[in-house]
């Protein structure tokens, strides 16, 4: 476990074990493979084991992060014995697991399943070196990322194709159109530039996004925009600035929406903050 506060903090090319990343405070910037994916409170990232990747911390507010390495082979060791008879496990307890391919992307935890077992078990280890369960709550996180791998494999078989391969291809790019929609949701975001960064044609985007992830690209959106300034709101911030903050303009379209997903207005979010 690695829990850090820090204003500056560099990485460069550095290629780790399988691993989960997160920001408790803040937002910070990955660079895997080319793309920038920034994560936050609302999200966390995966690297598979010896992907490389970067970062640069440069801000005046400390950023508050929490990664989980885990052992080479760990996780796939677990998804062998979930996936497989008892049999074989008696046979061999200790062989080696496929790789989780499509494990390693950015995700969004709204039921916070992976984010608060890590925040607690990082929030244990300020205390003592090894809490006495902290074996078991890494077996608890590989489950959570194996229930995670089965709804990309649902995910994956909704993308509209016939061959294996142009499936995975297909869900490769919806993916990275995903990420950037991440990357970007304090901003306007277009169609058109979406479509652009995940190659593929508007109408197809639109489509298939819709088809595999069960809502529009402008609804993934307006979901994490509202998660975001749950999140802002909850930390402090007004509301006109929570609605700048995550890319509206107008205020009273932001309240509306935000009733709309969570049931009640923003000014509630705070009024309970403050109480607390």
């Not at 979406?194 to 529009?216: K, P």
Request: proline share 4%; with cysteine; glycine share 4%.
């Amino acid at each position: 476990m690695l829990n850090a506060l820090a204003r500056r903090h560099v990485v460069n090319s550095f290629a780790g074990p399988l691993s989960i990343k997160t920001v408790i405070d803040g937002q910070v910037t990955w660079n895997v493979d080319g793309r920038s994916l920034v994560v936050d409170s609302t999200s966390f990232l995966i690297l598979n084991d010896g992907q490389k990747y970067s970062m640069n911390i440069d801000v005046p507010a400390p950023m508050e992060t929490c990664c989980a390495f885990f052992q080479t082979g760990f996780v796939e060791q677990v998804a062998q014995d979930v996936t497989t008879p008892l049999q074989a496990s008696l046979d061999a307890p200790w062989r080696e697991g496929s790789s989780l391919y499509f494990l390693s992307r950015l995700h969004r935890d709204p039921k916070q399943r992976i984010l608060s077992r890590l925040w607690t078990l990082a929030e244990r280890c300020k205390t003592q070196l090894q809490p006495s369960s902290f074996e078991e709550d890494f077996l608890v996180l590989s489950k959570n990322l194996l229930a995670l791998y089965r709804e990309i494999k649902v995910q994956i078989s909704r993308v509209p194709a016939a061959k294996a391969s142009t499936r995975e291809e297909l869900f490769r790019r919806l993916q990275i159109a995903r990420e950037y929609i991440h990357c970007c949701n304090d901003e306007q975001v277009s169609l058109e530039a979406v479509s652009r960064e995940a190659c593929l044609s508007r109408y197809h985007l639109h489509r298939s996004f819709a088809e595999v992830f069960r809502r529009t690209p402008h609804e993934y959106l307006t979901e994490l925009r509202m998660e975001r300034a749950c999140v802002l709101l909850k930390a402090g911030y007004k509301v006109v600035d929570a609605c700048v903050k995550v890319g509206f303009t107008s205020t009273s379209s932001f309240s509306r929406l935000f009733r709309s997903h969570f049931g009640y207005p923003p000014s509630e979010i705070r009024v309970a903050a403050k109480r607390l």
